[in-house]
């Protein structure tokens, strides 16, 4: 990666995205958001070098983490949480809670309480 678009991507990109996801949880009041870890589910080993979404073959990598990646890349607290298995597959499904800057132990708390919840939802 060139220099240049290093330089943007810390200096300009990360911050409008950190300040995105602080204005977001601020004027929302909320403590976490939850949302699908991965927007498929998973794939079976050996056949994961593309996958389908919305009628085109793409690459796995890219299209697995595209849920879970602007937040890491910001820097703010996230965790994923299994959420059992897809029916027709039987492979697993997971979500994902996302929590603002500073918020681990909260989101760590929030997190224990919705496997509380679930427990035993996804077991059959």
Excluded: C, W
């Excluded at 027709?88 to 496997?115: F, N, R, T, Y």
Aim: proline share 10%; glycine share 8%.
């Amino acid at each position: 990666m060139p220099a240049e678009a290093y330089e943007a991507a810390i200096n300009i990109h990360r911050p409008k995205l950190q300040a995105a996801y602080r204005d977001y949880f601020a004027s929302h009041d909320i403590s976490a958001i939850l949302f699908p870890t991965t927007p498929l589910v998973a794939r079976p080993l050996g056949q994961d070098e593309t996958v389908e979404l919305n009628g085109e073959q793409v690459p796995t990598f890219p299209t697995y983490i595209q849920n879970t990646d602007p937040g890491s890349n910001a820097g703010i607290p996230g965790i994923s949480l299994p959420a059992g298995l897809d029916p027709e597959s039987q492979l697993p499904i997971g979500i994902e809670l996302d929590g603002p800057e500073g918020s681990d132990k909260q989101l760590l708390s929030i997190a224990a309480a919705v496997e509380m919840a679930l427990k035993g939802y996804f077991d059959g």
